[in-house]
């Protein structure tokens, strides 16, 4: 995307400029030594699975090959993840599902969290001003989880496996344990002073009185009962039985709102997908309550205006944060859950696109004192910390699944006795307008807090089609930046011609409006960032921004490619 790797190999554009600076010419035949390598390969067509854990990808693939489709696999992914990978995800949170189905159907499930019903606009305000500690930690800060109910709705109307299938080889990985990782252990003692806080969360995640360390045995038997109850009761358990009613008992002793009532009334919602195109690809990605893909396809629209390949790196990455910029805007005014709140489909609209193009110079940043007005905003509506995996099969069946808990570790609460850590999905509602949550990120009345309501989400998961066929499967996670990871990959294997891993291996940058800087891996090269800095950016150095996993065809189409973030230690595997 910068300039680093742009113009070494051309994966999906022919037209790319193969031309290469002279210094570059190191790393042109390193390029040329990992593609001789590749063309050694076996060809990998019956399926591929990617995930930020070798554990779940290893699950995934097992489904494949055992006669699963793509959304069995999938399921098994989550489910495993919610196991060796519960700071991020589990039955306890939520998800948005998007699946391309081997007929071409497109069905996009949204499984995210709602608030209780006993919710209110004001609830964390205190004093007149809002508490963001009380939506992001403990009994106030969760939703019902919708993630559990939006699995099992996938498989049996999408897979060909059973639940109890894909969930007991997952409860024998609670089981049986697993050993952390440098990476699980920093996120664990990111948060443990918040987490010892509550008892049951010591008794799993701590050990002698502090947080587990790297090369623990990290065991979870309460939650691989939860698992085989599910898998031999159904989704009773969880959402009509003891589990709602061991929330409802630790939310009465603890000033929280959630009841089995609001567990029972649980409904997944089937929304229609966002359709556009991007130089002559389809894109097919999440509607609201996903910020994500409106904003994406918002963003291609802008971009879609440009020669990007014709743009050094600095203008390249500048241009990016300008239109970044402009999106993030309209985000903090326009959504909100479109079952509360008017979210106008002009957003999408490709002459407002190419309205906010004409905005941007090249040369120094644009003043964004407020948001945009899309086209017909009043009358054209939708009507309708966190882990990405994408899988594909054979049969064309294609899935982009996001799915989180919030933040690490979520309301940093295990439901006692089932080992289930619940969300803080409450924090990405507007607590009060103005007010940033967690990610920075502020909001209007459009996602302010009320019952029932699903809050907000920049969850982003995108099927990408050639001539119809599915092409790309991707999505991240990193809050805010997930939207802005998508879009810097799509740009980079879509406009510079770069391979799924190279494209998820660049530097990443980052631009929500709000606040009015400019975030940057501290892999982006010195000099992009000082010409940024003197073009009027303020830049801000980050170790690491999000986490993205792609599942994509080979430029021939006749096999699949994974690539998984090296940022967390994932993988990518096929057969």
Known sequence: MYGLTSNITTWLIPSVNRSLRSNLSLLAGLALFLRIEASAAPLLTNGMVASVSPVATEAGLAVLKNGGNAVDATVAVALTLGVVDVDNSGIGGGCFMLIRRANGEVVAIDGRETAPAHASRDMYLRNGKADTDLSQTGALASGVPGSLAAYDYAVRQFGRKRLPDLLLPAANVADQGFVLSDDYARRLASVSHEMAAFPSSR???????????????????????????????????????PFAQAV????????????????????????????????????????????????????????????????????????FAETMKLAFADRAYWLGDPDFAPVPVGLTDKAYGAELAHRISLEKPLKVPTHGVPPDAQTRLFKQHTTHFSVADAEGNWVACTATVNTSFGSKVVVPGTGVVLNNQMDDFSVQPGVPNYFGLVGAEANAVAPGKRPLSSMTPTIVLKDGQPWIALGAAGGPRIITTVLTELVDMLDLGLTPDQAVRQ????????????TVES?????????????????????????????????DGAGFLGAADPRAGGSADGW
């Open 523 to 555: 892999g982006l090269p010195h000099e992009i960032q000082a010409n940024l800095s003197k073009r009027g950016h303020t830049v801000k150095v980050v170790g690491s921004a999000s986490v993205s996993q792609i599942v994509a065809r080979t430029p």
């Open 203 to 241: 008794s799993v995640f701590f050990r002698d009185g502090k947080s587990l360390r790297k090369g623990d045995l990290l065991r979870q038997p309460d939650l691989a009962a939860s698992y085989r109850h599910i898998a031999q009761d159904g989704l009773d358990w969880f959402y009509r039985g």
């Open 507 to 518: 530097p990443r940058i980052h631009h929500q409006w709000s606040p009015d800087e400019l």
């Open 248 to 319: 409802q008992d630790w939310m009465s002793n603890n000033g929280g709102l959630l009841t089995s009532n609001d567990f029972a009334s649980y409904q997944i919602r089937l929304r229609e997908p966002i359709r556009s195109s991007y130089r002559g690809f389809e894109i097919v990605t999440f509607p609201p309550p996903s910020s994500g893909g409106v904003h994406l396809v918002q963003m291609l629209n802008i971009l879609e205006q440009f020669k990007l390949d014709q743009l050094d790196a600095t203008t390249r990455a500048h241009l």
